[in-house]
């Protein structure tokens, strides 16, 4: 192909942090630059910039996000205390994943990437597992405080209409160091709009839908998610399941686990937000790497996407990349993170082009890993204690040899 495809549209870029950092602009320079005419409207997301503007820009390029409809994120620092020090930060600012969320609300679907020649730590898994993971409220907007003394904790409800407010009595601390207390919510709306979202998803892939929750312990909280559930799939769902073969089920969280590492995948499972986050790490692992699963946070209405890297910043491999030392990152979630990106780019704008072109960054780090070019992280789950340098690329070698890959199939379209 003898010019760049063009993009017409904007698509949001967020910078981060640390090895993600680098590896990101590696993907630009080789993957991406190369091959689009490409308007990237770019929002440091770096912990300086966000320190800096007192984390506005997340929020800037959130709204940009929702205004574009697409975005592609880099990992980022989200600020413990250490990190506060070491940084010389304002304040431990959220993470901006949870800022992002929070505003574009929706669902986050992580899905292993498979590659036939790396081991699977749960062998039985011979097909894909999406985990949908509701992306509002609970844990990632709680109000969690330390209370040094003793006294009473309540929770009040004052309802918009006047009435008396309702007040329920929590905890009387009468310690004399007091403890803890975390107050979370969410509505009706959200939960309705990851139950379409999962519905959806599920039966565009043509597989079963389960959603776990603890409604046994936390009977209004998670009863609520079990009861929209069944109420959207009824409502709208249930008629088209059954003629698709497929069907939507509630399992208790603990019944859940147990029947996914027996399984041997092909299904969403629904996640509230806390167990998503954990169980999509799991199921990384269980896959073979973190370094091998997508990350694509979808709106309710499906009209915005935002794509990640679903692991962190990777600070030990920049520890030896600022020593002048070489490194053997993995970059596959951060170039699928583009390729998500980049395919619902191509869907809204209806560019054929682009579509083959997303579709193609995927498959040539596909054929790079099944061909033998991987980062060492990969190569171990191989070679194990046999592992020799020949075995593996560094980090640059691995998205040169991408990009070679890659190029040959561009030059076909």
């Keep these: ?87 010389g930060l304002k304040k431990t600012w959220k993470s901006p994943n949870c800022t992002i969320r929070n505003h574009i609300t929706g669902t986050v679907f992580r899905e292993a990437i498979m590659m036939k020649n790396i081991p699977k730590l749960v062998p039985g ?38 009435g008396p407010p309702q007040e329920f009595d929590v905890y009387s601390f009468s310690e ?87 399984s041997e995948g092909g299904y969403v499972w629904a996640c509230k937000n806390y167990d998503g986050d954990v169980q999509s790490d799991m199921l990384a692992q269980g896959f073979g790497s973190l370094g091998l699963m997508t990350s694509v946070l979808q709106s309710p209405d499906g009209k ?25 990152t993995n970059s596959i979630a951060s170039i699928y993170a583009w390729s998500r990106g980049l395919a619902h780019r191509a869907k809204l704008d209806n560019n054929e082009l682009l579509r083959k072109f997303s579709l193609a960054v995927e498959e040539s780090c596909v054929e790079c890993v099944e061909g033998g070019g991987m980062t060492k992280d990969l190569a171990i789950l191989i070679h194990g204690a046999n592992l020799k340098r020949e075995h593996y690329l560094n980090t640059e070698g691995f998205i040169d040899a991408v990009a070679a890959i890659l190029k040959s199939k561009v030059d076909s379209f």
Excluded at 141 to 157: C, D
Excluded at 305 to 327: D, F, L, M, P
Aim: charged share 25%; glycine share 8%.
């Design 304 to 328: 915005v996407v935002e794509s990640e890297a679903c692991h962190g910043t990777i600070t030990r491999h920049y520890r030896v990349h600022q020593k002048g030392g070489e490194t053997s």
């Design 125 to 162: 898994w011979t097909k894909p597992i999406i985990i949908g993971r509701h992306a509002f409220g609970d844990h990632t907007s709680a109000t969690n405080e330390v209370f040094n003394q003793p006294g009473k904790l309540k929770m009040i409800f004052s309802p918009e209409s006047g």
């Design 176 to 262: 004399e160091k007091g403890g803890i207390a975390m107050c979370q919510y969410n509505t009706n709306e959200s939960i309705r709009a990851f139950a379409e979202a999962c519905l959806a998803v599920a039966y565009e892939k043509k597989w079963p839908l389960y959603l776990s929750t603890k409604n046994t312990i936390l009977k209004a909280y998670d009863g609520a998610f079990k009861d929209i559930f069944a109420e959207v799939y009824a409502g709208g769902w249930k008629a088209k399941y059954e003629a698709a073969g497929i069907w939507y089920e509630h399992r208790l969280i603990d019944d859940m686990v147990a029947y996914c590492l027996k």
């Design 1 to 87: 192909m003898a010019s760049k495809i063009k993009v017409e549209q904007p698509i949001v870029e967020m910078e981060g942090d640390e090895m993600a950092r680098v590896i990101w602009q590696m993907i630009k320079d080789k993957l991406i630059h190369p091959f689009l005419d490409i308007n990237l409207e770019h929002y440091d997301l770096s912990i300086g910039s966000r320190d800096a503007t007192a984390d506005q820009v997340t929020m800037e390029a959130a709204r940009a996000t929702v205004r574009h409809g697409v975005g592609i994120k880099c990992a980022t620092v989200s600020p413990d205390e250490t990190r506060v020090k070491e940084f």
